[in-house]
């Protein structure tokens, strides 16, 4: 059984910074891309930043220069510092990862259980 577990959200004054992490844990055979999403309320799921395994990044505009999406590939961990948060990052956070357990045959979306990060103004 695959989870991904994430951590480090919590509450912080706009201009502060946050880190996020997220590890893959279980039988994980092999990690593609992973990635950070947020939903903030009454709005839909946009993805914040991704990387993949060679570590090509993608960001949201809307954080571009302010968030740094990193991996550690060999323990199966991705990673968001977030700085210069402004009360419109508020949302709750999820991790994901494109990857394959160990002993099927294709790649599946797993999503971490989400954490909430709130930027007071």
């Known amino acids: 059984q695959v989870q991904l577990v994430e951590s480090g959200g919590g509450l912080v004054q706009a201009g502060g910074s946050l880190r996020l992490s997220c590890v893959a844990s279980?039988?994980?055979?092999?990690?593609?891309?992973m990635g950070w999403y947020r939903q903030a309320p009454g709005k839909q799921r946009e993805l914040v930043a991704s990387?993949?395994?060679?570590?090509?990044?993608d960001y949201a505009d809307s954080v571009k220069g302010r968030f740094t999406i990193s991996r550690d590939t060999a323990k199966n961990t991705v990673d968001l510092q977030m700085n210069s948060l402004k009360p419109e990052d508020t949302a709750v956070y999820y991790c994901?990862?494109?990857?394959?357990?160990?002993?099927?045959?294709?790649?599946?979306?797993?999503w971490g259980q989400g954490t909430q990060v709130t930027v007071s103004s």
């Open positions: 279980g039988s994980v055979f092999r990690i593609d891309a």
């Open positions: 990387i993949t395994t060679g570590g090509s990044t």
């Open positions: 994901n990862a494109r990857l394959k357990p160990a002993g099927w045959g294709r790649y599946y979306d797993y």
